[in-house]
């Protein structure tokens, strides 16, 4: 249960991020901490790893759902470049107002909106490539299977889906959704986490 969801988002007057079922995490510079130790300190180069396994090329549009304090999200804006669209979405108001002060600190365009996976408030196939790193394990199986599915929906059709996790039990939803499986991999830098890119 999300006690929060009735806050609205205080720096766009934004409609109150839809209720989820999601662990919601709501203290950022803890949170950016946690990950500086989880990566033993090499924090950059483990989000330069996502990112080139990705493939992020000059002018993509990316989704980075469930984008936390943002640090991904602004190392794939330093890849697509100023022709490049990044969009973060996040449910905490929290995480979404630490990422919009982390970004505009940096000189960075990334457009961080609260949002949830299981609702994704994008047309069908607005972008390129969809970052989901650390999230899925955050929710119930019914959550991830409806995130899945909304990914497959705004997805462009050739585009990617990289997925970093502990725990990646989820090849049927992705397959069902007509994702065939690129690349995987276990993740250097933070034991225990592994990815797979997937492509529609
Ligand atoms: C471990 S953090 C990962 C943050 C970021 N992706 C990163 O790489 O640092 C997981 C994030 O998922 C968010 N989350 C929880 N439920 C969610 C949902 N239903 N949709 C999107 N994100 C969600 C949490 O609030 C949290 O910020």
New binding site residues.
């Given amino acids: 249960m999300n006690w929060f969801s009735h806050v609205r988002d205080k720096e766009t007057g934004a409609a109150p991020v839809p209720q989820?079922?999601?662990?919601?995490?709501?203290w950022p510079r803890f949170?950016d901490v946690i990950?500086w130790v989880i990566t033993r300190n090499k924090e950059p180069a483990f989000r330069r790893f996502v990112t080139d396994i990705a493939g992020l090329q000059p002018g993509e549009s990316v989704l980075?759902?469930?984008?936390?304090?943002g640090?991904?999200a602004l190392v794939a804006k330093a890849c697509v470049g100023e022709s490049g669209r990044v969009v973060g979405?996040?449910?905490?108001l929290e995480?979404v107002t630490y990422a919009r002060h982390k970004a505009r600190r940096r000189g960075l365009v990334v457009d961080i909106q609260p949002?949830?996976?299981?609702r994704l408030a994008y047309p069908d196939q607005s972008f390129d490539v969809i970052?989901?790193?650390?999230?899925l394990h955050?929710?119930p199986d019914e959550?991830k299977r409806q995130?899945i599915n909304e990914m497959a929906r705004v997805l462009k059709r050739g585009g990617r889906v990289l997925v970093?996790d502990s725990n990646l039990q989820l090849l049927p939803s992705f397959e069902q959704e007509g994702f065939s499986q690129v690349n995987a991999g276990k993740l250097p830098f933070a034991d225990g986490y592994t990815f797979i890119l997937w492509k529609k």
Wanted: aromatic share 2%; hydrophobic share 40%.
């Fill in positions: 989820t079922q999601g662990q919601v995490i709501r949170y990950l980075d759902v469930g984008c936390g304090t640090t991904q979405i996040e449910p905490s995480m949002g949830v996976i299981e970052l989901c790193i650390i999230v955050h929710m959550t995130g970093v």
